[in-house]
């Protein structure tokens, strides 16, 4: 005798026949996997770097071999300012990468007289700058180009910066430190 359908209650599939709806697990788990590195491809491209912090010119608020974040995006959304670590191509050859603090930006008048760096006639409170990584060199009273950044090391006596290349041009600039993450215990934001 056949079995009767009843109206509204689908009928029993039959067990020898595969469904047709159900995709195998592994082509599943590819196209998560595919997803996942094409959003971090993304935001690793157009957003945040991982970078390798090599010297010792912003000690001690990032030591040599530090791994920290860049977030190549922000300046899209916010202008570079005062006291931000800004990663940029060296002047005198692009090949290379330096980190560096903005000390002027844009149209300010800077000068260093034995040590103290001055922006608009005003000493500049540098609590970054340990005393053991002071020095006493002096800088004349510059007025910062448009487009254009002077830029300091917070290891005084051992960075290389506008002091040696003058200001940087904000075309060289690609990013804002934001976050270290190695060694653990430098995990947080920079300052």
Known sequence: ?????????????????????????????????????????????????????????????????????????VYRLEPISRGDIVVFRYPRDTSKSFIKRVIAISGDHVRIDGGQVYVNNEPLE????????????????????????????DHRNMSDDSRDFGPVNSSYIYGKAVLGYWPVDKMGRVH
């Open 1 to 73: 005798m056949p079995e009767e359908e009843v109206p509204g209650v689908p009928a029993a599939p039959d067990q020898n026949t595969p469904s047709r709806s159900a995709k195998p697990v592994f082509a599943v788990w590819l196209r998560d996997l595919m997803i996942s590195l094409v959003i971090a491809c993304f935001i690793v491209i157009f957003v945040y770097q991982p970078v390798k912090v090599e010297g010792v010119s912003m000690m001690p608020g990032l030591d040599d071999q530090e791994r920290i974040f860049v977030n190549k995006f």
């Open 126 to 153: 540098e609590d970054y700058v340990a005393p053991a990584y002071e020095d006493d060199r002096s800088y004349p009273d510059t007025i910062v180009p448009p487009h254009s950044y002077f830029v300091l090391g």
